[in-house]
């Protein structure tokens, strides 16, 4: 059985991330969506929040399951019997980073490989950042995320208990 992990961030999951999850499990057996609990980010959603969004917006896709860890996405891989990590590319700008990220978990697992699904043109643009960025200056961010992912946004945001200078993802 083939076995992928997707890890990231995903404050919050966007249609672009979405799009590379339902690509790799077209290709894999099995593919386990990693959320990272990286104490050095200040999120907008908690690791708990990340996980129940992911697990809402692909309930439909069978063999995808959602799993918080922390530490290296090669351990990850390897708890979950998986040889590939899954990473999107957008632009350029992701290239290098990624590229030094893959070398290093090469390095650290030569068992496991990266490999990268570039992004859909329609997604290229888009990212968890500029999707809180809108929500925060209350313009529609209806074409980035499912309906159940911009409530919880909105939520957030009306509790006032997030600011934009809160969050350093990228
Ligand atoms: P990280 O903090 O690890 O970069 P993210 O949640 O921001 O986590 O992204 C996870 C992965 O999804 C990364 O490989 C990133 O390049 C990719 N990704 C993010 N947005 C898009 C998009 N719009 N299209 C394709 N891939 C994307």
Redesign the pocket.
């Not at 890890?7 to 404050?11: A, K, M, V």
């Given at each position: 059985m083939s076995t992928a992990v997707y890890?990231?961030?995903?404050?919050p999951v966007?249609y672009?991330?979405l799009?590379?999850i339902s690509r790799a499990a077209n290709s894999f057996d099995k593919v386990v969506v990693g959320v990272?609990n990286n104490s050095k980010k200040t999120s907008l959603f908690s690791m708990e929040e990340r996980v129940n969004i992911l697990e809402k917006v692909t309930k439909d896709i069978p063999n995808v399951t959602i799993k918080a860890f922390e530490g290296f996405s090669v351990d990850l891989a390897r708890e979950c019997g998986a040889s590939v990590i899954v990473?999107?590319?957008?632009a350029i700008t992701?290239f290098e980073y990624?590229l030094q990220m893959a070398q290093i978990n090469r390095i650290l697992a030569h068992d496991v490989d990266t490999m990268f699904l570039t992004?859909s043109l329609e997604?290229?643009y888009?990212?968890?950042s500029s999707v809180k960025e809108v929500a925060s200056l209350h313009g529609d961010i209806s074409k980035f995320v499912p309906k159940a992912v911009a409530d919880a946004i909105h939520r957030k945001i009306n509790v006032g208990n997030w600011e934009t200078s809160g969050s350093n993802?990228e």
């Open positions: 890890p990231g961030s995903f404050d966007t672009g991330h799009d590379i990272l990473r999107g590319l957008r992701d990624e992004t997604y290229a888009l990212s968890s993802e």
